[in-house]
């Protein structure tokens, strides 16, 4: 028998809270051999009792699970938003997950925004560059409070991080294939090397470099501010895209909208052969949170790739096999067009994954 894989589940905060229970339900209901452990990292415990990760939390995580599946961080209550920074990106940093996989994936016609354009023509991913760049917070402010305050927020590239992320984006672009079977054929770094000349410049000779190894890979480039226009006037093109940890951020954002919106878009933090995370790449969003009405499908179809990830690919099929019955039966939530609840997204969705 297969042991059973450990899995750390971190709601966190707002519908986090709410979305995660569903994709735990799912996770369950399709037999794959894991554990789960839940832990209350978040807003709530941060008000309570001042704690954001506990000691020793992040060597914990990596001694004792084989895997993290997070919510999301984020309370109007925390206006610093520190326990966000010390625990998800806490997380990302300390654990060293330099991968921020953003696969980006029309299921379904009637999802996307843009007209004609069909699921085979939404099928790219975004790597995203995880533990370095504007991130890093580094900087500081001068002066503060007079007319001649000074803020300076430093953007650090190390060599060795933006080879890392780009050598996995060209490894990812080797092992894996897109949806219809088809090969994945070309990466594409995104930058804005143009204006930003010091770290661009890194990323440019870096990305050539690297590019020379994979001569069966078209290498290509587009700056951020063009990438953005053509992802809206022409997804089709594009396939493995590598960027730094903020164009990342922003980008997989405006893809979410090609896929239906924040609610549909799932992510994994990665560092091959550690304990590595993963979470919607949707937020805590407060306004909605409490309601029973956040699309659970990101955190379902997160838990999916955290599955995949861990060796079970049939369980992961079956999950994303039933999130499209779901969509095309418009079992739904409301920012899908549907009225149904996220309790009754999960619901269905666990039901449709136990019978297959
Ligand atoms: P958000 O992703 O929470 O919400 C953006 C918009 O998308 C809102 O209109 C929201 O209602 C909608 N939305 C998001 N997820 C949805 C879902 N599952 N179903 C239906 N609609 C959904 O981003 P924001 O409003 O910029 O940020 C809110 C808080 O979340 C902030 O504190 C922010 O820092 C935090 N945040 C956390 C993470 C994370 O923990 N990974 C990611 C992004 C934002
Ligand atoms: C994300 C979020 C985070 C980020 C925030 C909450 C710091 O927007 O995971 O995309 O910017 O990375
Ligand atoms: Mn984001």
Not at 32 to 39: C, G, H, I, R, S
Not at 193 to 200: E, R
Request: hydrophobic content about 40%.
């Amino acid at each position: 028998m297969t042991k059973a894989k450990r899995i750390a589940i971190i709601p966190g905060d707002g519908i986090g809270k709410e979305v995660i229970p569903q994709a735990v339900k799912v996770l369950a209901a399709s037999g794959a051999p894991v554990e789960t452990a839940e832990f209350d990292w978040g807003a709530g415990r941060y008000l309570a009792d001042g704690t954001t990760v506990p000691r020793d939390g992040f060597a914990m995580l990596a001694k004792e699970f084989d895997a993290i599946l997070v919510g999301a961080f984020g309370d109007p209550r925390v206006s610093t938003n520190i326990h966000a920074k010390e625990i998800l990106l806490g997380m990302r940093f300390r654990m060293d997950l330099y991968a921020n996989v953003r696969p980006v994936r029309l299921l379904d016609a009637s999802l996307c925004p843009l007209k004609g354009v069909e699921p085979k023509d939404v099928d790219f991913v975004v790597i995203r560059e995880n533990t370095e760049g504007v991130y890093v917070d580094a900087g500081g402010v001068f002066k503060q409070g007079t007319e001649d305050e000074v803020a300076v927020q430093e953007d650090i590239n190390t060599r060795k991080g933006v080879e890392r992320v780009i050598r996995y984006a060209f490894d990812y672009c080797e092992k894996n294939t897109k949806l219809d079977g088809s090969k994945r054929a070309k990466v594409l770094m995104c930058d804005k090397s143009n204006a930003m000349t010091h770290a661009g410049g890194l990323w440019q000779r870096v990305f050539k470099a690297i590019s020379r190894e994979y001569p069966q890979i078209k290498a290509e480039h587009m700056y951020v501010d063009a990438l953005c226009m053509q992802m809206v006037r022409d997804p089709r093109q594009f396939d493995v895209i590598v960027t730094n940890n903020m164009f990342g951020d922003i980008i997989t954002d405006l893809a979410a909208g090609l896929q239906g919106g924040l609610g549909m878009a799932a992510s994994g933090n990665i560092h091959p052969g550690k304990t590595s995370m993963f979470e919607p790449v949707h937020g805590s969003a407060p306004p909605i949170a409490g309601k029973n009405i956040a699309n659970p499908m990101g955190a379902i179809l997160t838990s999916a790739m955290m599955l995949n990830h861990l060796g079970f690919a049939a369980e992961a099929a079956k999950i994303e096999g039933a999130v499209l019955d779901a969509i095309r039966e418009k079992k739904t939530t409301q920012d899908m067009g549907g009225a149904l609840g996220t309790k009754e997204v999960g619901e269905w969705i666990a039901q449709r994954v136990a019978g297959r």
